[in-house]
């Protein structure tokens, strides 16, 4: 008799992540194992049909899929290395943020193992999972996003970059840095601007219309630096440099630490001291590129 019970995820981790996971499998009515270290975070969960493995090892057994949620490179290995036998033919996709060659590591560990393995990045908060604005990463086996694509969809556009596995995660963190930056900006000028009363809110209001334009020269900025000519026609490297110089002196007239501002304010001064103060602002990618140059060869 042919079996026709829907295949059966297993997620590993219930943090906010793992838990906004279940919830979205649940709500299509996928059937979900779950599992954490700690317990004590599945009782919504299993009050939404999701069953609750006694163990690692159950909870592998008991899954066409893993889907592994958790802290860490490390805590993937401290979790998965005493079960490998039972990971053994299954498909195994995770979605813990590792970096890079964290998730290429891991890759070769499955295949070591006979495991089938997809490595994913999250572009997405935990509330946004399930939603229009949720998009997921993908590099590594091929054949694992294809076979579960329709239940990959269900959690956020689901986009593959290729074999290499980790390929999802250099966009993923390539991505995050824009943002981190971004949000580290806002503090920084929020903080400027309490120092004249300012509320961080009334700050943010006029933020967000002055970012949003200001990003939409990144195409512009992205066609420089792939052709390589920094002329410069307006707002060379040393108008740059006397506006970030007064910048941080302005942060520091308010009381505000200029730790986010110095690192960009010192890329450009290198680039004004070998010569460059003529070119356009987008050479600072250069001194970036310099930067990592020097310290793979140190390696």
């Known amino acids: 008799m042919t079996n026709t019970r829907p295949n059966t995820v297993t997620v ?27 317990p004590g975070k599945a009782g919504e969960l299993v009050e939404a049909g999701a069953v609750e493995a006694g163990s690692v090892t159950e909870a592998v057994r008991d899954g066409d899929v893993i889907i592994t949620v958790l802290l860490d490179h ?27 060659e964290e998730s290429r590591e ?16 999250i572009m997405a908060v935990p509330s946004m999972i399930g939603t229009p604005g949720s998009s997921i990463l993908y590099s590594g086996s091929e054949s694992v996003f294809r076979a579960r694509r329709p239940v990959l969809e269900l959690l956020g556009t689901a986009e593959y970059f290729g074999a290499d596995a980790g390929l999802a995660a250099l966009w993923d963190f390539a ?57 410069a026609v307006v707002q060379h490297l040393s108008f740059q440099k006397a506006a970030l110089d007064a910048i941080v002196r302005a942060g520091q007239d308010a009381g505000t630490a200029t ?32 930067v990592s140059a020097s310290a793979a060869r140190s390696q």
Do not use: C
């Open 12 to 38: 590993l981790g219930l943090g906010d992540m793992g838990r906004a996971l279940v919830t979205t499998f649940r709500t299509a009515d996928v059937p979900t194992t779950i599992w954490n270290r700690t």
């Open 259 to 290: 730790d986010l501002l110095d690192p960009l304010a010192r890329l450009v001064d290198r680039q004004v001291a070998a010569g460059h103060g003529a070119a356009a602002f987008a050479r600072v990618f250069e001194e970036l590129r310099e």
């Open 175 to 231: 991505l995050l840095s824009g943002m981190y930056a971004m949000f580290g900006g806002f503090f920084h000028g929020a903080a400027m601007m309490r120092s004249a009363g300012v509320s961080a809110a009334e700050f943010a209001a006029r933020a967000v219309p002055w970012v949003t334009a200001m990003a939409q020269g990144l195409p512009a900025y992205g066609a420089t630096i792939d052709s390589g000519d920094y002329s």
């Open 106 to 121: 891991l890759a070769r560990w499955a295949g070591e193992h006979g495991i089938d393995f997809l490595d994913g990045g």
């Open 74 to 100: 490390t805590s993937i290995h401290e979790t998965l290395d005493p079960i490998a036998a039972e990971l053994t033919g299954k498909q195994w996709i995770n979605l813990t943020s590792t970096a890079p």
